[in-house]
């Protein structure tokens, strides 16, 4: 079972940020947040992860709490594009076989 | 660069029948992962393949199988071919950095429908 609790689905205004939380009450310490988003019918779409710190990239931030139970993916500027399911994986980074265990994971609808 | 390609983009087969899917992994990955992903819901993992060997496996059956080449590609076969096995067939990559699984990267998939 997924380690990860997201709601069904968000909405966003084009232009706006979008911050997409994630619950994992239950990781351990040696567990990574990732993200990975899925447009329809494509594959999944690697975005970004981190262990404790906060995270950014071309794509996104990730702001993972003190006590590590939850995590804000934040797309700055939400465009069109943007729209798809988000998955939010907890997995261990590096280990001799990590598979990735996927939730149903937050459709975000970005509205024009 | 390329990134993970995978062949052929859709697939028809009727019941009973076997089918073969192909994946080739990113420049410099050596390590492949399938997955399922049945309609409305998220991808499953059915096994991962490094060094031409099966390293670990989901809850999937025999039926199910798969084989790496010494050029890291990777096939995904399942004989005997149910209705349920219609599906969304992914392939990710990734490296391996002292013996320890990096950041998997997906394909475009595989479209698999079974009549």
């Known amino acids: 079972d997924a380690k990860t609790t997201q709601p069904p689905s968000m909405d966003c205004a084009e232009g706006r940020a979008a911050n997409l939380p994630c619950n994992h009450s239950?990781?351990?310490?040696?567990?990574?947040v990732y993200w990975y988003r899925q447009i329809h019918s494509q594959g999944p779409q690697y975005i970004i992860h981190?262990?404790?710190n906060n995270e950014t990239n071309e794509m996104a931030s990730l702001i993972i709490t003190e006590d590590r139970k939850s995590s804000t993916l934040i797309l700055p500027h939400a465009t069109l594009r943007d729209t798809a399911v988000y998955y939010c994986?907890?997995?261990?980074?590096?280990?001799?076989?990590?598979?990735?265990?996927f939730g149903t994971g937050t459709l975000l609808a970005v509205q024009p | 660069d390329a990134g993970v390609t995978q062949s052929p983009t859709h697939l028809i087969k009727t019941r009973g029948q076997q089918v073969t899917l192909r994946c080739s992994p990113k420049?410099?990955?050596?390590?492949v992962s399938w997955y399922q992903q049945a309609l409305g819901q998220g991808p499953q993992f059915i096994f991962q393949?490094?060094?031409?060997?099966?390293?670990q496996r989901g809850n999937f059956p025999d039926r199910f199988s798969g084989h790496q080449f010494p050029n890291y590609s990777s096939e995904l076969n399942v004989n005997a071919l149910l209705l349920g096995d219609s599906a969304l067939y992914l392939c990710?990559?990734?490296?391996?950095?002292?013996?320890?699984?990096?950041?998997?990267?997906f394909g475009p998939g595989t479209r698999l429908t079974v009549l």
């Open positions: 990710a990559s990734s490296s391996r950095t002292s013996g320890r699984v990096d950041t998997q990267y």
């Open positions: 239950t990781i351990s310490g040696n567990e990574y």
């Open positions: 981190g262990l404790k």
């Open positions: 994986i907890v997995r261990t980074y590096g280990g001799a076989t990590n598979k990735l265990i």
């Open positions: 420049s410099g990955h050596d390590t």
């Open positions: 393949y490094y060094e031409e060997e099966e390293r």
